[in-house]
């Protein structure tokens, strides 16, 4: 099988096939090789949620340079039971000045069912807020809706 690309673009298409030189170039090709695997492995979002903070796959081009790619990153939280019209607060534990790209997750609740983060309900105080400051998560569960039991959230960012 052949992939067909415009010379230095990149996709995550990996040829099963590739003649080698049997000369002294053998060295150039598989270093080229190496490289053209390494990015159409890297190239793709990492399936991992973890606890600890890992890499996401996903890559970010600086508004004010595109030669820049900010990688991202990933953790995970989990929240606790949560009451009507309560906060649960979380400390994030992220170290250094970044930006959010991704924050969302689920919650089960004593109704009992599941629900997205954010939730908005079809009641004006039937809803769950999730906020992000430097230092904490907040989950806002309002009033009018039932007690949350437990859930998991996951924010990925930047440094920024």
Known sequence: ???????GAMNSFVSTTREFPRDE??????EHTYTE???????????TYAYAE??????YQDPN?????NLS??????????????TAIIAHGIPSTFFPTLIIGTCSTDRPDFRPLPYVG???TDLIAVRVDATNIYVINGAGGPNIVSGILTLEYLYT
């Open 65 to 69: 340079d595109a030669n820049i790619v």
């Open 25 to 30: 170039s053998l060295i150039e090709t598989l």
């Open 122 to 124: 079809p009641w004006g």
């Open 1 to 7: 099988m052949t992939a067909f690309s415009p010379p």
């Open 54 to 59: 890992v890499v996401t796959g996903k890559s």
């Open 73 to 86: 990153f990933r953790q995970i939280y989990t929240i606790p039971a949560i009451s009507q019209g309560t």
């Open 37 to 47: 695997v390494a990015q159409a492995v890297n190239f793709r979002e990492i399936g």
